[in-house]
């Protein structure tokens, strides 16, 4: 069943592609992976505090994939799941957890 959902959802999101432009391609997104580099590191922590200050501006993924506590708004909280993830604690949120996204 997970098979066709996938091969359901990358088939579509070829056709919306190809309609639509870019704006509808999706991905993989590993939650609390700040840096995109598809894993879960200290890194991410320092992205996430750096976001939460607004010291970078992240696009529409990074944030999304950021906000592991999934109240809507990347903040210091968010910075300390992604720490207790990385230290095997409970609290961590969807840290680690993979969804598509458009
Ligand atoms: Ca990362
Ligand atoms: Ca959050």
Redesign the pocket.
């Known amino acids: 069943m997970f098979d066709y959902a996938v091969d359901w959802c990358r088939s579509r999101a070829a056709w919306l592609s190809a309609q639509y432009g870019d704006s509808y391609a999706f991905a993989f997104v590993t939650m609390g992976d700040a840096d995109c580099d598809d894993g879960v590191s200290v890194s991410d922590v320092t992205d996430t505090q750096k976001i939460s200050a607004e010291v970078i501006s992240p696009d529409k993924r990074t944030l999304f994939a950021c906000?592991?506590?999934?109240?809507?708004?990347?903040?210091i909280?968010?910075a300390t799941c992604i720490q207790k993830y990385i230290a095997e604690l409970d609290g961590a949120g969807v840290t680690g957890k993979r969804f598509w996204v458009w």
Do not use: C, K, P
């Not at 906000?67 to 903040?75: H, M, P």
């Open positions: 906000d592991v506590n999934g109240d809507g708004a990347v903040d909280t968010d």
